[in-house]
């Protein structure tokens, strides 16, 4: 399906530009306003090896942008009395979680990167990694790595994990089938934590050859518990996420799979009725786009910094996004995917070749033109 209603050319040519001259790789571009979709695009290729074309219907790893869709559905279950509110402390649902220190640690606090559990202090099996519950148990059963609630620092694997517990405890059910039961159906979207095996015949093939990998430089503490959020003390690397058994296991921080139009969908569901369906109410989203953290990281890094609400990204230096209403988040690799409240809009730009976001974010830019 190709989509570009009146007005929207120029965003079409930005989104063009993004996979010009790209016979690797390819990219689409969703997005929807007041509940219906104005453009819909894709181009390039989706797997090299065979030449299979980018189409409507390719899925797409999301990476972090699965961080935003399983707070989506936290606050969802919020807003209909299946999770405490934000403010909540996160003990009075997981007793479990509250020794070290950790007693005063709130929902929404963890929602922010601020639980102090961006790393495990031991080293995770695969086993554990595969499995959000299992992950989520070692964190909570491990000293802070600071005090919890004084800072941030991003929980960049971790935070599903903490997110998943959370979905289970409230609910009963593992956050896939809960995502699948209250998002993605009502909604006739194609998102999955947790993507089943009949759908993998549709899945991107990621071209990692334009990443460089940068040699981190400071405080060998900071860059040690840097690295272990990503690797878990496994050997975990961004190159694992790509496997089927990691899109199996819908790991809730980074392993999310999406058609660029079923995210978009979501997201446009979040702040306008959408296909019928409005997923959370004004004040939900209010309390989710709260700004919790910001500005330096715990373990310092160079600037420009986010800045997150309730496990949403919200505008900042790195990701300035539509309009300072804008919520959303970002994934590895150049995915971008948020929502504006003032525009009534939900957009998605999903890409298979890992490098920069500055793809994405100049169609965001293009776009904002178009609408004045």
Not at 232 to 250: K, N, V, W
Not at 287 to 306: D, H, I, M
Not at 333 to 349: H, I, K, L, S, T
Request: charged share 20%; proline share 5%.
């Amino acid at each position: 399906m190709t989509l570009v209603e009146t007005g929207f050319d120029k965003v079409a040519d930005a989104f063009s530009r993004t996979v010009a001259g790209d016979e690797r790789a390819g990219a689409a571009l969703s997005v929807w306003i007041d509940g219906t979709p104005v453009v819909e695009l894709q181009a390039g290729v989706a797997d090299e090896r065979t030449g299979r074309a980018f189409t409507s219907d390719t899925l797409v790893l999301t990476y972090s942008c699965t961080k935003g869709m399983a707070s989506v559905l936290v606050a969802m279950l919020m807003e209909r009395g299946a999770l405490p509110a934000l403010d909540t402390p996160v003990v009075d649902l997981w007793p479990e979680f509250g020794v070290h220190g950790k007693d005063g640690v709130t929902i929404g606090d963890a929602l922010a990167h601020r639980a102090g559990l961006s790393a495990p202090r031991r080293d995770l099996t695969f086993e554990e990694v595969l499995d959000n519950l299992l992950t989520a148990d070692a964190l909570a059963a491990q000293e802070p790595l600071w005090a919890p609630g004084e800072h941030h620092q991003y929980h960049a694997v971790t935070h599903g994990a903490i997110t998943a517990k959370l979905v289970t405890l409230g609910t009963g059910q593992v956050i896939g089938r809960c995502f699948e039961e209250h998002v993605a159906r009502p909604l006739k979207a194609d998102v999955w934590i947790g993507l089943p095996d009949s759908e993998e015949p549709r899945v991107a093939r990621v071209v990692t050859d334009a990443l460089e990998e940068a040699t981190p430089t400071g405080d060998p503490e900071a860059i040690f518990w840097l690295e272990r959020a990503i690797n878990l003390g496994c050997g975990l690397t961004i190159d694992h996420l790509t496997e089927p058994r990691f899109r199996r296991a819908g790991l809730a921080g980074v392993t999310g799979t999406a058609t660029a139009s079923g995210l978009a969908r979501m997201w446009s569901a979040t702040v306008t009725p959408t296909n019928g369906v409005r997923l959370i109410n004004d004040d939900s989203v209010h309390a989710l786009c709260e700004v919790r953290s910001e500005g330096a990281p715990y373990f310092f890094v160079e600037p420009p910094y986010q800045s997150w609400g309730a496990g949403v990204m919200v505008p900042s230096d790195w990701q300035r996004y539509l309009s300072p209403a804008s919520f959303g988040h970002d994934g590895a690799g150049g995915q971008v995917a948020f929502a504006d409240p003032e525009a009534r809009m939900g957009f998605a730009y999903l890409t298979n070749r890992m490098g920069d976001g500055d793809r994405g974010k100049s169609v965001v830019a293009v776009l904002a033109q178009a609408l004045g």
